[in-house]
């Protein structure tokens, strides 16, 4: 991917934990009314990226190392990487054990985005990236 | 997110509002489990007021139902519709442990109709 195509990448980095939650759809939110999205749409992001930074807190596994959110709004679709610095996990590979959402983080990241594309980062931590064509 | 609960006509009602996620979803299933422990089959849950939910608080909605599965079911009341449309594809609208209401009388007359005194 050629970096200078890429927009300004506007940037939230917060601790992996669940209180952290709400500031980060805070931000979404802003994102969303910045690139003019309509409410329901804005909503649908919240909720995704929201699943996606539970997903990467929920396997953190007590570490510091702080969960990024990038947000892109290009012409034809806002787009955002949330990455962690855990152990790569397979998102929601957990939680159906665990407790009784039955996984439910993934599917309804795919049910409300456009893409989602889960990656391992070069640090071995793991790198979700759901894009909302507009 | 805040929570509370009552008695309407008889019928448990947990009243929740604000954001339901994975960081505030532990008090709404404490407040629902005291209506399980307490052997009620209807529990009725007021979403007027809430502005977001996700698999954080969807997982409590799950867990009700689980709990009132075969004695009765959990009544939505008045999700907004961002919020009806997530219940919706994760498939708790077509559960039959759990019904949505778009008001409070509708549910208490419903769990009446249910369970006669």
Not at chain 1, 44 to 69: I, R, T, Y
Not at chain 2, 18 to 41: N, P, T, Y
Not at chain 2, 44 to 61: A, E, K, Q, R
Not at chain 2, 93 to 113: K, L
Request: glycine share 10%; net charge negative.
């Amino acid at each position: 991917m050629n970096p200078t195509a890429k927009p300004r990448c506007r940037t939230i980095s917060v601790t992996p934990e669940p209180s952290r939650l709400a500031e980060i759809r805070r931000f979404v939110e802003e994102v969303g009314l910045e690139a003019s999205l309509e409410p329901e749409r804005i909503f649908d992001l919240k909720v995704a990226v929201s699943e996606a930074c539970a997903n990467a807190m929920e396997h953190s596994g007590g570490q510091h190392a702080p969960l990024v959110v990038c947000a892109s709004i290009y012409t034809d679709r806002v787009v955002f990487e949330i990455s962690d610095g855990g152990d790569f996990r397979v998102p929601g590979a957990l939680r159906g054990s665990a407790r009784d959402d039955r996984g439910l983080g993934l599917p309804l990241m795919v049910a409300l985005m456009d893409e989602v594309r889960i990656a391992k980062t070069r640090g071995g931590g793991t790198n979700v990236t759901l894009s909302l064509y507009v | 997110m805040r929570v509370s609960s009552k008695r309407v006509e008889g019928v448990p009602l947990v009243a929740a509002s604000g954001e339901i996620d994975h960081g505030s979803s532990r008090s709404l299933q404490e407040a629902l489990d005291v209506f399980l422990e307490a052997g009620d089959a209807i529990v009725l849950l007021d979403l007027t007021d809430v502005t977001y939910i996700d698999s954080g608080g969807i997982s409590v909605l799950l867990a009700t139902v689980h709990g009132l599965r075969g004695a009765g079911w959990l009544g939505a009341v008045n999700p907004n519709q961002n919020v009806r449309r997530l219940l919706e594809i994760v498939g708790l609208s077509i559960d039959n442990g759990f019904r949505i209401f778009d008001d409070t009388p509708a549910a208490t007359s419903a769990a009446g109709e249910a369970s006669p005194a």
